[in-house]
């Protein structure tokens, strides 16, 4: 038979203070033993998944960067592209003028040497801006760069193929064909 002693309050403080000094399991200590419930290892954990966040936005964000860059490059090169396209029947104009106004009296000189002047001025702009004219006479036919108006025999010792005159020049900007040369082709 078990004898029953009173339960006194200092015998319920032994009790209390055995009970904490013999149990040793890892709920009774608050140290669960299980790396998810350490509040130190979940701030880790939470440090690192942001640090991976911050990480991947900052890839993210430098991809962006260098896209953006070279978009806008490829639309300067573009609206350049276009503003030359526009200036070149100028030009042809110009060439037109100077072709056909080629006398040497009074005013008539003094229009020729303003439009050669205006000539110059341009093509100096054009140069500039990257933008070179190319003449293909006696080269062989490209249809990439040049545009074939129409046929002529070929005279002796000339290939078939070849172009034979230019009507007008062709222009490029860096590697991009503005306009291909309008040519006259030996058949």
Known sequence: MIEERPVTEESAEDLAQGDEATD???EARGDEGSAESDPLFA??????????????????????RKRAARDAATAGERAKAGLVRELLPVLDNL???????GGENGDEASVVEGVRLVRADLVGVLER?????FDPK?????????????TRPAPEGTHPGVVMDVVEKGYRLNDTVLRPARVIVSA
């Open 43 to 64: 701030l880790a954990a939470e440090r690192d998944k942001f640090l991976e966040l911050a990480q991947r936005t900052q890839a993210d964000f430098e991809n962006y």
């Open 95 to 101: 060439e037109r003028a100077l072709a056909t106004a």
């Open 138 to 150: 006696g080269e062989p036919f490209d249809p990439t760069v040049h545009e074939a108006l129409s």
């Open 129 to 133: 801006s990257g933008v070179e004219s």
């Open 24 to 26: 040793q399991r890892p």
